[in-house]
């Protein structure tokens, strides 16, 4: 696909889904020069429900792609890609790897030093203790809560809807029964859209914790990483979008994450 | 694998995950002298959610090991593989197959010839119209409702749960403004699980639909064409089970779908 460079970077953008335009959207104002290049591994979503060795096999395989189409930076907008496979992702390319883990708990901690954080997330992600671990390397405790439905009713288009408080209701006090966080992580790129039922929610249950969204943490550090734009330039920044399963409804879905019109996305075959 | 082969025939069944286990467990009072083996290509679900091109290739590499692993008769135990996919699996390979979505429609119009017939099941089911197709082809009128959150319920454990009886409300609901059914097809082979709360629901909702299940349809129909054991003999059955993804997660959540404990699962990979 012949496309017009911008001078400013390249930056491959991954997930397994739509979740990642929620970390896309969040860099658009901070690195407004660069030329985009998403993919959507969404023939084999969700990757939260799947084994470390399969979750792997898939990122390393999208992230050799997007580093082929020229990108010259990498953020794995995926919580369960970084949790599982940032290791396996960073020795299969040559370009910087961010992923959305460590900047999530980098930013807690900026909130709050000594947070206590509560961490909703995938099955995948959770199991993986990623979160636990980055918590603890910072002098952090955690606890780790799997919301496995949040990803489906999020994708029904239930954003602000009774099923949707009722499921979070109960996800947030059974994680509010082992712990009483100060901060909250949103360990998954779907969960911005809900952000303010998040919040709304822990108010009802007599919570004060506040929510760090780990979509907007991830983005703020790529940019500190890539070196945002030069104030002069007003080169808009440019699209390649790549699903790998219906483009309809990646269009369609995705505008919602995105929070704007999906510039052309192309069909991709990863050979899945 | 060595396994010691009854003297019954050797039945494939495919799904692309657990739900699949519904209709093996209405198989095995049917055709108790068979050897079974189960592919559940767990990497790749759901395939509710994916296009027709990618559900083909998928089901038809997976029809393809079953057959290549010595099966003489196939069941496809997945909705949305039938639906969209079986005349490509039925020409790959030599063996006779049996979907799901013919057997339940025939059920229908036994219980009720000139049935109005109401079918829930995946978006990809739905989108495909195979279960309008066969209806009309029978002179059925047939209206069709994706409920793309009940398998995530499902999966969840919440089989009698609030949440799933509202999501479950809601769908219907929104089915029974569009139409009066005599039946109810539940066209996922997920349902069976929650047969009763959809009787129960319907029933809240005044309405007096009779339900028919894909999975106990489809073990009637391949019992009738390949033969039921002859009643003398008592060789019990045999397994073996594949999963592409995690055994674990199979042998956990499977046996509440198998109805007893699952057999040891083995590791595949299709290569996806």
């Not at 960073?90 to 959305?100: D, H, W």
């Not at 991830?218 to 080169?235: D, E, N, V």
Request: glycine residues 6%.
């Amino acid at each position: 696909m012949a496309v017009e460079q911008p001078k400013g970077p390249t930056i491959g953008v991954f997930d397994s889904g739509f979740g990642g335009l929620t970390v896309l959207r969040e860099l658009l104002p901070l690195i407004p020069n660069a030329h985009y290049i998403y993919l959507g591994d969404t023939a084999r979503l969700p990757y939260g429900s799947k084994s470390q060795t399969t979750i792997a096999r898939y990122a390393v395989e999208s992230a050799r792609f997007l580093a082929d189409r020229g990108a010259d930076h990498l953020v794995i907008a995926c919580n369960t890609a970084t949790a599982l496979a940032l290791a396996e992702i960073e020795v299969s390319v040559t370009i910087p790897v961010t992923g959305v883990v460590e900047p999530a708990v980098a930013a807690a901690q900026l909130q709050h030093p000594n947070a206590k954080v509560l961490v909703l997330a995938t099955a995948a992600t959770v199991q993986s203790h990623a979160y636990k671990v980055h918590c603890a390397a910072r002098g952090l405790d955690a606890t780790e809560k799997a919301c496995p439905l949040l990803v489906p009713v999020i994708e029904e288009g239930w954003i602000d809807h009774p099923v949707t408080r009722q499921v979070l209701s109960i996800y947030l006090r059974e994680a509010l029964d082992a712990c009483s966080p100060d901060i909250v992580i949103l360990g998954c790129t779907h969960y911005p859209l809900i952000a303010p039922l998040v919040s709304q929610t822990l108010k009802e249950l007599g919570s004060t914790a506040e929510v760090v969204d780990s979509a907007s943490a991830t983005a703020r550090t790529a940019a500190l990483q890539i070196g945002s734009a030069p104030s002069a330039s007003k080169s808009p920044a440019t699209f390649e979008c790549y699903a790998t399963d219906s483009i309809e409804k990646f269009a369609r879905l995705g505008s919602d994450f995105l929070g704007q019109p999906i510039p052309r996305v192309e069909l991709l075959d990863l050979g899945g």
